[in-house]
């Protein structure tokens, strides 16, 4: 619809509209408060106009207008509400209850099924004709079939029996989903779900099968939902207008009359999407999506059946201590002593077995414990200095946990030893885009994909690590943006790329400087914009010169002509954008990665415009916010750095107390340092390096020689199993506070439940800690922090919790009035002008070889996250995902004998692990892929802690392991 | 499960249509015919991989067209007219009489796997009422005698080779002229 075409007057009900022309009769009924009613339509969604229930009349008209279709037409004369409307309405609301189970699941819960209310509405009562069910409920999977006389389908006694081991069972229910229950009673064909599943999230699992009084929808090829491929988002449910898909209780039975309703942000991804919790008897008890700038009320797995974590009875809810006789400090748990084997762990059984664990420790008061950690922090500081302590925070706390954590860790240890799980994640293109531009994080958010011509994605399994914002991207692609996915492991969103380019792992600088190399050969690049704001061309092309697309063939293994192809693609568009994930980070060349990739944007000027740009999509919840709040050591909340007298200067002031100068330890480097002896006491916020950290064997040595390890967390972890004392958290669930997500829109997220037992907020554990170390931090409340926190950081500056309580707003927000900035970059770059730095390839750090022929890939499962603590303890999502796997082309796994299932040994220099293959072929030849989360079989126990030489992050994606079948 | 003929016979229909996704009825049909007649849910799975569709949208499409079967089906499929045109003209008489001479009801098949009854809706041929189609033939004017002659015809053509039985012995009702 242009806003250019003059608006169109019309009639309805008597009233006169002027609405835009292309706006529906629906639509323009609603702006003069004429509620039409609907069943088929959804407002999220392009109207179909399959159920004729908002028929209205239109003068001069022969028949009924269906007003969800029907678009608007100067001088029409509408009118909604006359008795053949009604009476039209009132038979098509009685053919469709005349199949419908009264109430039906969703009715009964809390009389909402949009079916039932309008026939209440129009008095229609008991349907004249007969019901249906009896048929539906012997249909399930044998449409298609020759029919028998009275129409249902026969099962004859013919030659073979048709591949049935997938039709369902004859009932008109389908429970096969963990997570959605299906009863094809109660549908009325609307298409809602079809379409949700479609065009919201794309993922095109829902269909219809049979015709007439048989049809129904189907998944699939009409295979029970649960062995469909559905992947469980419940986008389905959420636009389901009756109780044919409703959600199954994953916690209690829901009472509506007792659930509340909190905002909040979902727990899990950088998506950041928006969710409502309905609370009931102190527990979250359903999860819902609501319409935030991240997610237009979709939501994934995790965000919506992922939340009973939080009522786990294994959360923690006293300080804990650790006895005596268990010193020397060690593992405790079976998992965590020995190499890993999925085969140690039950399916079904607790993930993590306490018993052992709790053993070790006694309950004990905060004030015990605090005491305690105030006590040895003091002594260790007083005998080696501050640099012998560190912190590590999390990404999964909130903007003001963060800021009171680096602020402890700054104005009372004394130390920039202050790191996060960024370090293992982003830190490459953090550092790359701090170079290059002088701003580590996005240029643009993920929605404006629709506005690009061409997007690419690389290293990115987007669909299930940041499945959200996959909608975006591969509705964009259906819309006719250029798709190019670059990826050595095939992932899911290559199914709806018009491009998938697969090279061999680790070349990545190759691939990037041959398709600048095309673009400068065939002058596709910029040179207005390279003139205006860049610095530092001519070096790039010296360097670039030199891959040609036939050099870059022979080490990554894709074609020349492809090469050529993408970078004319890329080369032509007019906006172009570029995502990426941890398959550019995670490599010792990480930050050489991430400069080609801003070199390639800057050749081409793809930068500073809606639909263009850069965005490293970021993994947590929070990791945007606790990188903005200076968990990182060199530099203070927006990223002030340490080593500016000036900025030190500021936040002594404001903290009152002296700053050291110098710049900290990163994650990897302060495990290094506690082997060494030059880390001694170290507080842990919910990380947990025990299975997120690469090596695991030699973090294992440096968790246990630690002189004094306080870990603050809402489960017992793999990591806590080494800690002197372990202080109860809050989930989530349980806190007020910011996040900032991966388009770095700052969102406000507001308490649900209560804390179980004693268990405290993160934040005034801290406060607590650093009074009784000798410092005062006083906070009424996480307002309180935030200001403070704004007040000191430009980018943060003009937000407030007033302000984001209204809406969430994207920094920078320099001021009050400000209204947050979406596209970065428009004039210039926050170091002026942008800069070119070329990179050379250079191989991994460890090769394949004979010994350990297979490259070694890592990463996650849609399902789970990090390191499993939360998501393990998802009911339905533990079902779903509940063991780990090795995944191995079908080649490679015939040479060496393995089956799909087979247990595998897989052994690095470093450690092994034991888990069943899995044959697939998103995987290359040569390559393997193990997921991390499985404490019983850590991935982590393989990986090489080798690291970026700028960035410090460690090359998770590629180590040379081998493999062995065991019988 | 689809032979590389079958897939050849899919690119080609694929050609032949501005949209490619437009083959999909051919497809399904070029692998019914490949399979012996029906449909199994592989021979599917293979057409909407090579039609670069969902599962789900395949599935749709030979769900909703009677003539794709989901389960097998004997050699023959007699597919009996009992629309009104037909039925005014005694197709009840005709379905009984195959019902009782083969055993069967509409849906089922026979043993030996060389006929399914089914009833269908008009077939178009309401001049040469009661009619039926057998696969792709059909055979109008029936009466309880041409039925018998037929199926012993088509259990010939099975068993020895025979040639299968010609559509229609008896002259073609007066053409009116409206035809032209
Ligand atoms: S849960 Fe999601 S993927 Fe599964 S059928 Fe519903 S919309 Fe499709
Ligand atoms: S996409 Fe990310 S933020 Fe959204 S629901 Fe899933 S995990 Fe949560
Ligand atoms: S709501 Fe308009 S046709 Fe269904
Ligand atoms: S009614 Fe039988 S062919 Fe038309």
Redesign the pocket.
């Known amino acids: 619809m242009t806003t250019a075409e003059p608006p169109v007057t019309l009639t309805i009900d008597g009233q006169e509209v002027a609405v835009a022309a292309g706006m529906t009769i629906?639509d323009a009924a609603r702006r003069v408060g004429i509620d039409i009613p609907?069943?088929?339509?959804d407002p999220a969604m392009e109207?179909v106009?399959?159920?004729?229930?908002?028929a209205v009349e239109v003068e001069g008209s022969r028949v009924l207008a269906?007003?969800?279709?029907r678009q608007v037409e100067a001088g029409m004369v509408v009118r909604t509400n006359t008795e053949r409307c009604q009476r039209a309405r009132r038979m098509v609301v009685e053919l469709l209850l005349a199949d419908h189970p009264r109430p039906c699941a969703k009715h009964q819960l809390d009389r909402s099924c949009e079916l039932e209310r309008l026939a209440e509405a129009l008095g229609v009562d008991q349907p004249r004709f007969p019901m249906r069910n009896a048929e539906r409920a012997t249909q399930n999977g044998a449409d298609g079939g020759p029919e028998t006389e009275d129409g249902t389908p026969a099962h004859a006694p013919i030659l073979a029996p048709p591949s049935s081991a997938l039709r369902l069972a004859h009932s008109p229910f389908d429970l096969s989903s963990p997570v959605i229950a299906v009863d094809h009673r109660a549908c009325i064909l609307?298409d809602r779900c079809i379409r949700a599943c479609d065009w919201l999230q794309v993922n095109e699992v829902i269909g219809r099968t049979g015709k007439g009084r048989r049809a129904r929808i189907a998944f699939d090829d009409d295979r029970p939902m649960g062995q469909s491929t559905c992947v469980s988002c419940g986008e389905c449910v959420a636009h389901c207008p009756t109780g044919a898909l409703t959600d199954k209780p994953l916690v209690v039975a829901l009472q509506p009359e007792r659930l509340q309703r909190v905002d909040t942000i979902c727990p899990y991804c950088g998506v950041g999407c928006a969710v409502t919790f309905h609370v009931q008897e102190g527990k979250v008890a359903r999860v819902t999506g609501r319409d935030g700038p991240a997610n237009h009320a979709r939501l994934c797995v995790k965000g919506r059946y992922g939340y009973d974590y939080s009522s786990h009875p294994q959360r923690l809810t006293v300080p804990l201590i650790r006895r005596p006789e268990y010193y020397p400090k060690g593992p405790l748990s079976e998992e965590v002593r020995h190499e890993g084997d999925y085969r140690r762990h039950k399916p079904g059984a607790p993930v993590t077995d306490y018993g052992p664990i709790l053993k070790a420790f006694r309950e004990t008061t905060w004030d015990e414990a605090l005491d305690l950690c105030a006590a040895r922090f003091l002594e260790i500081k007083r005998q080696y200095g501050p640099e012998a302590l560190a912190g590590f925070g999390s990404a999964k706390c909130t903007n003001e946990d963060n800021y009171v954590f680096q602020k402890l860790i700054r104005a009372v240890f004394g130390t920039n030893n202050v790191d996060h799980c960024s370090r293992l994640c982003h830190a490459s293109s953090v550092a790359a885009l701090m170079e290059c531009l002088g701003s580590g994080s996005v240029s643009n958010p993920v929605a404006d994909v629709a506005r690009a011509d061409v997007c690419l994605v690389l290293g990115s399994n987007t669909t299930e690590n940041h499945p959200v914002a996959a909608t975006f991207i591969k509705q964009a692609a259906r819309r006719g943006t250029t798709l190019v996915v670059m990826d050595p492991r095939r992932p899911a969103l290559a199914n709806h790329a018009h491009h998938y380019v697969r090279f061999k792992p680790g070349t990545d600088v190759a691939l990037l400087n041959a398709l600048m190399h095309v673009i400068l050969r065939e002058d596709l690049h910029d040179p207005v914009f390279i003139e205006a704001r860049t610095e530092n061309f001519a070096a790039l092309r010296e360097t670039v010169a030199r891959y040609t697309p036939e050099m870059a063939e022979k080490i990554t293994g894709v074609p020349a002509s492809t090469i050529e192809e993408i970078a004319r693609l890329y080369g032509r568009a007019h906006n172009a954008i570029i995502f990426w994930g941890m398959g550019i980070s995670q490599h010792t060349t990480g930050t050489d990665n991430a400069r080609c990739l801003i070199a390639l944007c800057l050749l081409t000027g793809n930068i500073g415009r809606p639909g263009t740009g850069l965005h490293p999509l970021r993994g947590q919840n929070n990791v945007q916010g606790a990188s903005d709040m200076g968990l990182l050591p060199i530099v203070y909340s927006g990223y002030q750095s340490v080593a500016d007298p000036n900025v030190r200067e500021k936040f002594a002031r404001a903290w009152g107390v002296p700053l050291n100068p110098k710049r900290g330890l990163t994650v990897v480097e302060i495990t290094s340092a506690a082997l060494r002896g030059d880390i001694r006491g170290m507080l842990m916020m919910g990380e947990n390096p025990f299975l997120s950290d690469p090596n695991i064997n030699k973090v294992r040595k440096a968790l246990a020689s630690l002189e004094f390890l306080a870990v603050q967390d809402i489960f017992l972890t793999e990591t806590a199993e080494f800690a002197d004392v372990i202080l109860p958290a809050s989930s989530h669930a349980e806190k007020t506070g910011t996040y900032t997500n991966t388009d770095r829109y700052v969102q406000l997220a507001k308490r649900a439940v209560a804390p179980p037992g004693e268990a405290r907020q993160d934040w005034q554990a801290l406060v607590d800690l650093a009074g009784r170390m000798g410092y005062r931090m006083e906070y009424r409340d996480e307002a309180e922090i935030f200001a403070e926190m704004a007040a000191l950081t430009p980018g943060y500056a003009g937000l407030s919790y007033p302000r984001l309580a209204r809406e969430p707003i994207p920094w920078p927000c320099p001021a009050p009035d400000h209204p947050g900035t979406q596209v970065l970059f428009a004039h210039d770059f926050p170091r002026g002008k942008g800069r070119f730095s070329p990179a050379e390839f250079a191989p991994a750090q460890e090769l394949p070889d004979e010994e350990y022929p297979f490259v070694l890939n890592t990463g996650r499962v849609l399902q789970h996250w990090h390191t499993g603590t939360m998501t393990r303890r998802a009911r339905a999502l533990e079902e779903i995902a509940p063991q780990p796997f090795v995944e191995i082309c079908p080649a490679d796994a015939e040479a060496l004998g393995i089956g799909d299932g087979d247990p595998v040994r897989v052994r690095s220099r470093r450690g092994e692990v034991t888990v069943p293959a899995r044959v697939t072929r998103q995987i290359a030849k040569g390559s393997v892929f193990i997921p991390f989360h499985y404490r019983e079989a850590a991935a982590n126990l393989l990986t090489i802690d080798a690291l970026d030489p700028t960035a410090k992050i460690p090359e998770f994606k590629y180590c040379a392991v081998r493999l062995e079948r065991l019988n | 499960m689809l032979s590389e003929k079958a897939f050849a016979a899919i690119e080609a229909a694929k050609k032949r249509y501005p949209d490619p996704r437009s083959a999909l009825m051919p497809a399904l049909w070029i692998a019914q015919e490949e399979c012996g007649g029906w449909l199994p849910r592989e021979a599917m799975a293979d057409v909407a991989r090579v039609m670069s569709l969902e599962p789900a949208d395949v599935q749709s499409v030979a769900s909703f067209y009677s003539m794709y079967y989901k389960a097998p089906v004997g050699k023959f499929v007699l597919e009996i007219c009992h629309n009104i045109a037909c039925d005014v003209l005694g197709a009840r008489r005709i379905i009984d009489h195959v019902r009782e001479r083969l055993g069967i009801a509409p849906g089922e098949t026979t043993g030996d796997g060389l006929f399914t009854l089914k009833t269908v809706e008009c077939l178009a041929a309401c001049g040469g009422g009661p009619c039926m189609q057998v696969n792709s033939r059909y055979y109008e004017n029936l009466t309880p005698e041409r039925v018998d002659a037929i199926l012993d015809g088509l259990r010939a053509h099975a068993e020895a080779g025979a040639p299968p039985p010609l559509p229609d012995e008896r002259p073609q009702p007066a053409d009116d002229g409206d035809a032209a």
């Open positions: 629906w609907v069943l088929c339509h109207p106009g399959v159920c004729r229930v908002c269906a007003a969800c279709h609307c």
